[in-house]
């Protein structure tokens, strides 16, 4: 095959052309066809195939998440149920309005029996939050290292709830007792008349 062949192409003749020539032509066709049918069809249909595997790849983690929480469901359950346990508990040891008073002479006998001497015990006004108010009671005592311990204890070991904020411990110029000034807040169940 020559340049000649090539020259004396006729495309009205096809069918005439020699064979090598007709391959090559037939070789163009086709690719210039797969490349048009590439261009305008799947090369969208690639693009689309690669979002759909991109939001397949999510899905399976969403599914993944899903059957795990599944598998231990029954494990959540029972956790769910001992926090309900535990929950109530803990409002168990939250008193009700009329418990607060009684709770008030419990935590000054027990700062009486640590034989500390009380210079102020002031309940302050009840600040209420969710569920429940905080009940703040300004205190401050006279005592030694070991009786402030001890009272600190012996709020600890009462059946309702006591956290003391704010702790200062000072020695008096003149000597004498240590003072022990705090915080102590305990805390009741707000029911839902509030």
Known sequence: MDTQDFRDINFKDAGEWPVAIKVIAFVLLASAIIGAGYWFDTKDQYIV?????KKEQQLRKKFEKKQAKAVNLEAYREQLADME???????RQLPDKTEVAALLV??????LAAGLEFELFKPQA?????FYAELPIDIKVRGGYHEFGEFISGLAALPRIVTIHNIRITKPKGGGKLILQATA???NYLDEAG
């Open 49 to 53: 195939l690669e979002k759909k595997e």
């Open 85 to 91: 346990e535990s929950f109530g508990a803990m409002l």
């Open 106 to 111: 419990d935590v000054s006998q027990t700062g």
């Open 126 to 130: 009840q600040i209420k939050k969710d």
């Open 185 to 187: 807040k305990t805390y």
